[in-house]
């Protein structure tokens, strides 16, 4: 197993040499499917729903759309998804401002880091937040209703 992680790794830092952000991939005590970063597990899902939809799907996989808190994370997330997406198109993450005019994760942590593409937009209600965004593959506020791939991540200590 530990060969064929190795090797994957290798391939993947292949797919994209020139791309130093590249983070390795890499299951740890995760369930088949997610991949390990800092003690949490993570699942891209290429399946295309609404943000709530997608919020559902990894409520029902006892974790919530991934809530970010890094570059790291940033860098690990975006790889997570380039892996399964060449294309690296909008996928959702957990910051919403559904509820009180807040910008707020899903999971309930702390909103202490934001990459918005542009100045952080003004709560309106009704707006979830997609990663890669733009030629810097940051943040930008959509309508809820629209439907793109999302990534997963569980809680800390990872009890899947
Ligand atoms: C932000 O919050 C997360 C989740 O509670 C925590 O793990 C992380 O250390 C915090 N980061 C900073 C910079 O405070």
Known sequence: ???????????LGAVSPSDERVVKLQRGNCPMFWYSFNGRCYKYVSTRLTWADAALQCLSQRASLVSIHSLEE??????????????EGPTWIGLNDRVDDKWMWSDGAPLNFTLWYAEQPKPAGGYCAQ???????KWKHQPCGYSYAYVCASRIDCPL
Request: charged share 15%; aromatic share 18%.
């Open 1 to 11: 197993m530990i060969w064929f992680l190795l090797l994957f790794s290798l391939t």
């Open 131 to 137: 990663i890669n965004y733009g030629d810097d593959l």
């Open 74 to 87: 940033q860098n690990f997330v975006k790889s997570l998804i380039k892996n399964f997406d060449h294309g």
